[in-house]
């Protein structure tokens, strides 16, 4: 995927927000989360807990001393050493007696032993079972040295203060080691959270520029196109994929380049007629000049012959009547080139359209009736509005148009000799324009044709000069407007004036 510069730009910026906007995101975040864990970790609890663990401390050290009481108190027992003391005669009964008195005394006591020290051989050990449970008690042996003798003391305490002493213990140190890491627990928040990041601005950046690309690829279609018309090439036209600002452009820059074909246009044609007239000019001068002279010739020819062959005389007579009438269908052509050649600028002055179009039909009617024998009688019509279309027209010479094509449609009509031949007139508002149409019903101009028809010289008629639409045409464009040659619905021909609104 090749990026144009437009891209490259567009991803930079989106580059430039995107992390400018995370790295405060992540600033922030880093130091919310630390806050927030302060608050969760702070020294005040673990004081506390720490404090919690004393208290235990100090149960057990009173625990250790009673301990230790109790074993002196049973090493140093009177009445155990009593019987103890008579050295040849000892009571094992007595001793064991003695010994299950002091465990009923000391209920905390398990065991009682009395070991030799120097071989370490047990005499006597008494013991209540129950309250050696190692489930259910921790125990803490003894010793205490009395004259060779060393009394064992095991001594019992309920298990579940160690449990709940340890338990303590674990949570402060763990406690302890949590607020010594706290720096390392939020360091490897903020690594991933960095990771999270990046992955987040990779993925904006690729939506983004999916994004964006819909746009650039159109505003690099609208380049293109410029530099087509750049070159000359007028024929371009863009098509409107949305209604955003890219398609305001892309619209905008076909109505720019629609407009510029359409002046071009004109310019051409009208530059093209004025060679044209320059032509007919040519053409009239030459042509009118030596017309007298002939038309004189062959009359003084015949004229002067005075003599009786009859058929010399007939074909004097054909031919000066062939001459005559040529002549005659000269006169006209040169008469109707030079009016061409003569034709004047438009002089725009301001007009209401309807009223104009209703003032020409009064004498346009009559071109429907019959001139010679066997014309049929042609319908011509006016359709037009009630209010005013204010325009900006030469009236007499747009008259001069109207009539050269309701003319045309008159003979169009009788040429296709329709049963009930129609020519409409209209006149209506379409937009910013002012529309002037004349329809027919007669044979049509072919879609090939429908440019050409407004050519000078091109005529399909045998006594046509081909100027009647060039004049139209001429007109029309020194009026700020165009001219086109459609179809009609019925078939016959079409021509639609498109005329500016007066400002
Ligand atoms: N209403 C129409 N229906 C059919 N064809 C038409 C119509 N108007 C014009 N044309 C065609 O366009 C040609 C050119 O018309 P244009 O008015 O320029 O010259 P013309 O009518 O032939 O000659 P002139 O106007 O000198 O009599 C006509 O010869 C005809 O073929
Ligand atoms: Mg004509």
Redesign the pocket.
């Known amino acids: 995927m090749k990026l144009t510069r437009f891209e490259w730009k567009i991803l930079a910026a989106i580059f430039a927000v995107g992390a400018v906007s995370l790295l405060g995101a992540l600033v922030l975040g880093t130091r919310a989360m630390r806050e927030s864990y302060q608050v969760g970790i702070n020294h005040q609890v673990g004081d506390q807990l720490e404090g919690g663990l004393e208290v235990y401390r100090a149960y057990f050290a009173s625990m250790r001393e009673n301990a230790e009481r109790t074993a002196d108190a049973i090493a140093n027992d009177a009445r155990l050493q009593a019987t103890l003391a008579v050295d040849s005669d000892v009571d094992p009964g007595g001793v064991n007696r003695r010994l299950d008195a002091l465990l009923t005394r000391y209920p905390d006591v398990g065991r009682i032993s009395l070991v030799l020290s120097s071989t370490h051989v047990v005499l006597y050990s008494r013991e209540v079972s129950e309250r050696l449970d190692r489930t259910r008690y921790r125990l803490i042996t003894l010793e205490r040295e009395n004259a060779g003798l060393s009394i064992s003391v095991t001594i019992s305490t309920p298990a579940e203060r160690f449990a709940e002493y340890q338990n303590a213990g674990e949570v402060a140190g763990v406690y302890k080691r949590l607020l010594q890491n706290t720096t390392y627990v939020t360091d490897a928040y903020l690594g991933v959270y960095i990771v999270f990041l990046l992955v987040l601005i990779l993925l904006i950046m690729a939506i983004a520029m999916s994004l964006s690309r819909r746009v650039t690829r159109r505003v690099a279609l609208v380049a293109e196109a410029t530099k087509r018309v750049g070159s000359g090439d007028l024929s371009v036209v863009l098509p409107i994929e949305s209604k955003d600002e890219v398609g305001e452009l892309t619209r905008a820059f076909n109505d720019m380049v629609r407009d510029m074909r359409t002046s071009r246009d004109r310019i051409d044609y009208l530059s093209r007629v004025s060679a044209w007239q320059d032509f007919a000019r040519r053409l009239a001068h030459e042509i009118k000049n030596p017309l007298t002279p002939i038309q004189l010739a062959v009359q003084e020819v015949h004229r002067r012959y005075t003599g009786s062959d009859l058929t010399f005389k007939k074909s004097l007579d054909d031919a000066r009547s062939i001459i005559e009438e040529e002549v005659a269908t000269l006169r006209r052509l040169v008469g109707?080139f030079s009016s061409f050649a003569k034709l004047p600028e438009a002089h725009l002055d301001d007009a209401d359209l309807v009223e104009f179009a209703n003032e020409a039909f009064r004498t346009l009617a009559a071109i429907g009736s019959p001139e010679k024998a066997g014309d049929a009688l042609v319908d011509v019509r006016c359709e037009a509005p009630n209010g005013p279309i204010a325009v900006r027209i030469d009236a007499m010479m747009l008259k001069r148009c109207v009539d050269?094509?309701v003319?045309?449609?008159v003979?169009?009509v009788r040429a296709a000799g329709p049963a009930s031949g129609l020519v409409v007139l209209t006149v209506r508002q379409e937009g910013s324009n002012a529309l002037l149409e004349?329809q027919?019903n007669?044979?049509?101009?072919a879609a090939a044709?429908q440019m050409r028809?407004?050519d000078p010289y091109?005529?399909?008629?045998a006594?046509?000069?081909?100027?009647?639409?060039?004049i139209?045409k001429k007109v029309v464009l020194e009026h700020g407007g165009d001219i086109e040659?459609l179809s009609a619905k019925g078939g016959?021909?079409l021509?639609r004036m498109r005329l500016p609104l007066a400002k």
């Open positions: 109707e050269n094509l003319r045309n449609a003979q169009a004349v027919d007669g044979s049509g101009v044709d028809v407004f091109y005529t399909t008629k006594d046509g000069t081909g100027l009647g639409l060039a139209v040659c016959g021909a021509f």
